[in-house]
Each structure stands twice: as C-alpha cells, then as structure tokens.
C-alpha cells in the first residue's frame, strides 16, 4: 500500500491549493482516507476526511466552509482544496488510510489509519 501527496507550495493569505493523494495497493472504491497536517513540535491533527464506502465527509471546525475533499476513482486519487487560505494552515500536510470504517468520533485519531504518506509542505504567508 502507498500513498503519496502533492500540491504543496507557498501562497499568501487569502488564496488556494490543491493537494492530490494518489493510492495504490488496495481497492480504491473502498479507501478511507483521512488528511492531516502538523506543525513541528506539535501533534497531528485531523483536517478532513472521506470513505470511500458511502461518499460520508468530515471536516474539522477549523476548516469548514473553506476546505473540501472529494475523490476521483478514474485516478485513484483524493484530493484537498483549500480556499481561503490563512497562515495558521501553514503545516506539513499528510493522507493517511483506513482499513477500518471510521465514523464522526473516530476519523481525526491517528491511530486509525493503516498507512501514511510522506506529507507535503503548506506554507501560507500573510
């Protein structure tokens, strides 16, 4: 199983990115793939998430509205857009995959996922 992230950069406040997790090794029309992020020192946090099992989406409080996740099978790649941009977004951000359904209560814990990829740096500036 691999997962890697792309679409990181700098942007200034205000704008957007999109990062893209490509998957491989396991049937993609069932992947649970959760994006996280972290600043150094700090733990890493849940940003959002989506099952594959039934298009259920998640998004932390401190991202909704601005972020969104979606799926696209034809690639076997999950995509992050993010609008709206601030520099508390600024962080490594990494895709992460379940083998477990997750539900509201349980898609932000780290310890659920399987399998990480590598991160991609965001680096937002004001």
């Known amino acids: 199983v691999q997962l890697v992230e792309s679409g990181g950069g700098v942007v200034q406040a205000g704008g957007s990115l999109r990062l893209s997790c490509t998957v491989s090794g396991f049937t993609f029309e069932r992947a649970r793939i959760g994006w996280f992020r972290q600043d150094p020192g700090k733990e890493r946090v849940g940003v959002s998430y989506?099952?594959?099992?039934?298009?259920?989406?998640y998004h932390a409080d401190s991202v909704k509205g601005r972020f969104t996740v979606s799926s696209d099978n034809a690639k076997n790649t999950i995509y992050l857009r993010m609008n709206n941009l601030k520099p508390e977004d600024t962080a490594v951000y990494y895709c992460?995959?379940?083998?477990?359904?997750?539900?509201?209560?349980?898609?932000?814990?780290?310890?659920?996922?399987?399998?990480w990829g590598q991160g991609t740096q965001v680096a937002v500036s004001s």
């Open positions: 992460a995959a379940a083998i477990t359904y997750l539900d509201a209560s349980t898609w932000y814990r780290t310890w659920k996922y399987a399998y």
């Open positions: 989506i099952s594959g099992d039934d298009g259920l989406t």
